[in-house]
């Protein structure tokens, strides 16, 4: 599989502000089928250091909010001027819980590496992110997950524990959730676990050594990526 479209961001740019499994990798084929076009406001659910934002409002011209809790919206405000999308992305510092835009505003939601922290609880998107969408606004999410309904393997026991187990679900519980949530609901596991995994292991982030572990302990046999995407009803 291949992604030009990610392969065209400078790898020293990309790897400075990555913050898990390749987000441009995983947007590219999330975003592969979906109608977005310029014009439409999309609101990018923990965008981490923009680069999703980035490539959202370049490859396909959309105005983003890019919404984030940790990182503060002066730093990724530099990041986007620097990438050339200032004046189609505006960075705000929040939290996805507790959101106060206008109702309705948006004509997508975007979201990847970030949903699963806070959407494992049932009732979240109802709850939180739909008011803020338009009747039949395109919802595309990716997050990990595990590969088979079990529980937590023992070889994950170390890594995947306390909340951070509930959190990392199979298909067949997004599905769950998500029922009569989002029309046309598709969780789908995603091709690009490889790739996504290899380029974030490859980078000098604390955290990323820390998953060096995880994986070298077994992850690749029990994680997956997935994909949900439909419209909001």
């Known amino acids: 599989m291949k992604f030009s479209r990610a392969d065209d961001y400078p790898l020293p740019f990309v790897r400075e502000n990555m913050m898990g499994p390749s987000s441009l990798v995983i947007l590219e084929e999330l975003t592969r089928d979906l109608p977005l076009r310029t014009g439409l406001k ?6 981490g250091r923009g680069l999703t934002s980035v490539f959202l409002a370049k490859e396909f011209g959309v105005s983003v909010t890019a919404l984030d809790l940790w990182i503060p919206a002066e730093e990724n405000e530099a990041r986007f001027r620097e990438a050339g999308v200032a004046d189609r992305v505006t960075a705000v510092c929040g939290d996805g819980t507790q959101m106060s835009f206008e109702k309705e505003s948006f004509d997508a939601v975007v ?5 699963h922290y806070a959407g494992f609880r ?7 992110i739909r008011s803020f969408l338009k009747a039949g606004a395109l919802v595309a999410l990716a997050f990990p997950g595990r590969r088979k309904d079990e529980p937590v393997p023992s070889e994950m026991v170390p890594f995947w524990n306390g909340e ?9 519980r997004w599905r769950e959730l998500f029922s009569g949530e989002i029309g046309g609901l598709r969780v789908e596991e995603m091709r690009c676990f490889d790739r996504a995994w290899n380029d974030w ?8 050594a820390e998953d060096r572990l995880m994986m070298a302990a ?3 046999r029990f994680l997956n990526l997935l994909a949900v995407t439909g419209r909001a009803v």
């Open 42 to 47: 999309v609101l990018d659910w923990g965008c």
């Open 111 to 115: 979201s990847v590496d970030a949903y």
């Open 122 to 128: 049932p009732g979240f998107f109802r709850e939180h």
């Open 164 to 172: 951070e187990a509930q959190m990392i679900q199979p298909a067949c």
């Open 201 to 208: 292991l490859a980078c000098e982030n604390p955290y990323a």
């Open 218 to 220: 077994g992850g690749d």
